[in-house]
């Protein structure tokens, strides 16, 4: 019978063959829920005191699992937090910090190296390490050693979660360089976008203008962020340069093809809103926020509520860094949604014989051998290269470099930490400032009636030439600000970073635009973020890779129409705004579809007949939404893979939904296809054939309504059965306010709802808060999750603590060491 840990890396792998699922079925059974050997030391509890060495802290639990810890002061409170998380999330965060070093092979096995490959060569350690060395000496590294002991504390003492058991592996110590990998990693899931390499490789494949199509500079829609110029301080006209072309792009498709698996998901986004208390019924201001992040079970965020002397705070937090991200305080609200800021390039080079040009001199790569240790396989060597601008990532001959902001030390651990004790809009603005990585759009608002919104986040301002060469490119004078929308020639120096720093501390007072100068604004009256453009005419180049303006045209739509009314704003409004399932891609194409009708089959025909007259309302029992939803994807088929396969290209080309459904019926896509071997075509014969396709779809799969197909697929990363998530019916679409996108399991991580009015604000995961499959709280928010239901932001301060901690030796030697 095989090892435990080549069966559980096999089903990790999520494909086997019939005799080694035979062989996973018998080993398993030792595993079944209820029984076999592993079940006991996996549910155990934890204990109700605990050693600690700072001061005394006590845990409560609600109902639902979620903790209230209070300690007699930082330390002693952040300790508890490490506890706590540990005891609920411990092999989550270990499955983080093996994924950002490179080391999950050595858990699970050959299914991995490939990860192991990427994130070896990025070397996010070395990242998280100086991220380390700029907060250590900071109240916020003391915070942070404390959580480290008691993540330490919980490791020692108690048993291992059963994932750990199944694997057979125990996990190393947790250091603070470890939460600094988690602030990595989710920098990497927000910002980590090879956009501009895939548009090279568009443009190289298919000539410039199908690559403009694809990706466009401007999505031409009215509702940017900050609408009719009302941008604050800092926004102006738009004085960017244009970007440097790079030599040498052809044969890079391969790398950007490769790179693809690891970048973020073009699908994550969020939406906020807030409302001044100017326009709501209580004379408050009102906040929303709901992060779209992966659905995993468990959950990526952990809720809980955090209070010592002076500070009260609550909301979520991510399981390896104790500070709570979204939520509120005594004084006020915030929230974060994506800003889609470009802030990662590539470069190539000139090279020879281990060395690459950049300007007048030569330079040897920086070259470390590491080793990938594989569990129950072959242990391999990677090649870690490194050059002036960051890692040098290597596909089948081909090179680029790579420049990310959150390859340098970060202070963002210091903004949240700031965050979370603000006393007001000003202090929050001022933590603002220092939140370097991942750029945001933040909102805030306090229990005073002040309000604000603002870019965060370090963003480039480039430089062609570096002062030394000029390449002749576009706009590539000495010094001028370029745009980040392509690969840059390394050699040129084009596109440089003046204050970068990889793997270093950065010089924060040059080649980064200043914070007073980022899109902002003090007390609108009302404003929305989906994601979207943020400004017409920026001062600066941010970036040109933002989402489809779908679900920000409905949120603003309906704060408008509320405006316009005789009724103030109220929570009641802002809950039914957050719950909404309009979908605007419909409103924008159905009329395409049913004019399209005379050219379909009679099953096509019956489907496209749902949608005349429908609401355009995502809702569950929708026979028509189900209708629509299965043709936009098997629309975006039929319009681009006969282009891109003959190119040689990927699904990883497929433009954002607005570039697909605003393209017209002499769009060259159609009339005129940019590669040869693709026929022109009627985008009505396009539309009819894939609705033919969501006939046939909906025919095969048995599906009667929406709520049949859009199901709750959240899953453990192990994906067996047992572990996962139920299946549950629920309403939106990636396109809604009210957020779930099946296809990649990217949804509503987190609902808040906050006010300032005496009542508690509102929040929602989507499953449970404890990670241990025997908990009663493993899934147990799922379901008023995918109903759009909320719970208070109540604090649980009454009856006997469950856990206390107390003085004494806690055998806390993690948590003291800077590695």
Excluded: C
Aim: no cysteine; glycine share 10%.
């Amino acid at each position: 019978m095989p090892s435990r840990r080549s069966v559980i890396a096999a089903l990790l792998g999520g494909s086997v063959g019939a005799a080694t699922l035979t062989d996973a079925r018998g080993y398993l059974d030792r595993f079944a829920p209820l029984s076999g050997d592993a079940w006991g030391a996996a549910t155990a509890g934890s204990r109700e005191r605990v050693a600690t060495p700072y001061g005394r802290a006590t845990v409560r639990y609600d109902d639902a699992g979620v903790p209230t810890v209070r300690g007699t002061d930082e330390r002693s409170l952040y300790f508890a937090v490490g506890y706590v998380h540990a005891a609920d999330r411990l092999f989550e965060m270990d499955l983080i910090r093996r994924r950002m070093r490179g080391t999950l092979s050595a858990a699970v096995g050959e299914r991995t190296v490939d990860s192991d490959r990427f994130h070896a060569q990025m070397d996010f350690a070395a990242a998280a390490e100086a991220s380390w060395r700029a907060v250590r000496d900071t109240p916020t590294g003391d915070a942070m050693r404390a959580y480290a002991a008691g993540v330490e504390a919980q490791r020692a003492s108690e048993p291992l979660p059963l994932e750990f058991r199944l694997l057979d592996y125990e996990p190393a110590a947790w250091t603070p360089v470890d939460s600094m990998l988690v602030e990595k990693q989710i920098s990497w899931g927000l910002t980590g976008s090879f956009r501009s390499l895939r548009r090279a490789v568009a443009a190289d494949a298919l000539g410039e203008s199908a690559a403009a199509t694809l990706y466009p500079e401007r999505l031409d829609h009215d509702v940017p962020i900050l609408r009719n110029g009302a941008a604050g301080e800092g926004t102006s006209a738009d004085s960017s340069a244009a970007a440097v072309d790079s030599p040498g792009e052809s044969g890079l498709a391969p790398l950007s093809a490769w790179l693809a698996s690891f970048e973020s998901d073009p699908g994550v986004g969020s939406n906020s809103w807030l409302v001044s208390g100017e326009h709501t019924a209580s004379g408050r201001p009102l906040l929303a926020n709901d992060p779209h992040l992966t659905l995993m079970a468990p959950p990526v965020w952990y809720q809980m509520h955090q209070r010592r002397p002076g500070m009260r705070v609550r909301g979520v937090t991510f399981p390896g860094v104790p500070f709570v991200v979204i939520g509120e305080n005594d004084a006020g609200a915030w929230g974060f949604t994506n800003a889609g800021a470009d802030v990662l390039d590539t470069y190539t080079y000139e090279t020879r014989d281990g060395e690459y040009r950049h300007g007048d001199e030569w330079r040897a790569f920086e070259t470390e051998e590491r080793t990938i240790e594989v569990a129950g396989g072959d242990d391999r060597s990677v090649t870690v290269r490194k050059s002036v601008h960051g890692p040098v990532l290597e596909r089948q001959s081909r090179r680029v470099g790579v420049a990310w902001t959150g390859l340098q030390a970060s202070r963002t651990a210091i903004a949240v930490h700031e965050l979370d004790r603000s006393g007001g809009r000003e202090e929050a603005l001022a933590a603002l400032r220092k939140f370097d990585t991942p750029t945001q759009n933040a909102v805030y608002a306090d229990r005073d009636g002040n309000t604000a919104y603002w870019v965060t986040g370090l963003v480039p301002v480039r430089e062609s030439g570096g002062g030394d060469t000029d390449d002749g490119g576009p706009g590539s004078d000495d010094g001028d600000p370029v745009r980040g929308d392509r690969v840059f020639d390394g050699s040129a120096r084009a596109g440089e970073w003046p204050g970068y720093e990889p793997y270093g501390e950065p010089d924060l007072d040059t080649g980064w635009i200043p914070f007073a100068e980022k899109p902002g604004v003090r007390d609108p009256d009302y404003l929305a973020t989906a994601n979207q453009r943020i400004v017409d005419g920026p001062d600066h180049y941010l970036g040109e890779g933002y989402a489809a303006p779908f679900r920000a045209r409905r949120i603003y739509d309906l704060l408008d129409q509320r405006a316009a009314s005789d009724e103030p704003f109220d929570f009641a409004y802002m809950r039914r705004v957050q719950r909404d399932v309009v979908d605007e891609r419909a409103r924008l194409f159905v009329p395409a579809v049913l004019d399209a009708r005379d050219a379909m089959t009679e099953p096509a025909r019956t489907a496209a007949d749902r949608l005349d007259g429908w609401d355009y309302r995502m809702d569950r029992d929708s026979r028509a939404a189900l209708a629509f939803e299965l043709f936009v994807g098997h629309y975006r088929e039929r319009v681009f893979d006969p282009v891109l396969d003959a190119a040689g290209l990927g699904e990883e080309h497929y433009p954002n939904d607005w570039v697909l459904l605003t393209l017209g019926p002499e769009s060259e896509w159609f009339a005129d296809p940019p590669v040869e071997g693709v026929d022109p075509r009627a985008r009505r014969d396009v539309i009819a054939a894939a609705m033919a396709d969501a006939a046939g779809e909906i025919d095969d799969e048995g599906y009667e309504t929406y709520g049949d197909y859009n199901r709750t697929a959240i899953d453990h990363p192990f994906d067996l059965g047992f572990l996962n998530y139920p299946r549950l019916p629920t309403d939106g679409s990636p396109a809604t306010v009210r957020n779930f996108r099946k296809e990649s399991a990217v949804g509503s991580s987190f609902r808040l709802l906050s006010r300032f009015d005496g009542e508690p604000s509102l929040g929602m995961i989507p499953g449970g808060n404890d990670g241990e499959y025997f908990s009663d709280h493993y899934s147990d928010l799922l379901e008023p999750w995918a109903d759009a239901e909320y719970r208070p932001l109540a604090a649980t301060t009454d009856g006997d603590p469950d856990v206390r901690f107390e003085a004494g030796d806690a055998g806390a030697a993690g948590g003291t060491d800077d590695e």
